[in-house]
């Protein structure tokens, strides 16, 4: 499946009630919701000794896509754009791929 096919599937099950502005803000804080059930997995796995339950990371991965796509949704742009964009800001930031060095000493 494609990126941009991904979000306009996924925006079939938007809350066409809500205006851009409560888009944007239910983008941002499922993000940060979801993105937290995502840790909590792996937390459990690593802290407490739970076998790593993939399938339920999976899941809590792809309810973080659901929300980038709102998000990009509310932005009125494709999340190809988005990740376009990410790609090119990594390039600049990591031109011969990532090193702890050009982290360390990052000017932006």
């Given at each position: 499946?494609e ?25 941002v ?6 993105s937290?059930?995502?840790c ?8 407490h000794g739970?076998e790593?339950d993939?399938?339920?990371?999976i ?7 659901w ?7 509310a ?5 190809d ?18 090193s702890s060095?050009?982290?360390i000493?990052r000017?932006?």
């Amino acid at each position: 499946m494609e990126i941009n096919e991904y979000q306009k599937l996924a925006m079939v099950t938007l809350n066409r009630e809500l205006d851009k502005k409560e888009m944007l803000t239910n983008a941002v804080m499922g993000l940060c919701g979801e993105s937290g059930e995502a840790c909590d997995i792996v937390k459990k796995h690593l802290f407490h000794g739970h076998e790593l339950d993939r399938d339920a990371l999976i899941k809590e991965l792809g309810d973080v896509a659901w929300y980038l796509a709102e998000g990009a949704e509310a932005l009125g742009i494709s999340l190809d754009e988005i990740l376009g964009r990410n790609i090119e800001k990594l390039k600049k930031r990591y031109p011969e791929g990532f090193s702890s060095e050009k982290s360390i000493n990052r000017t932006e």
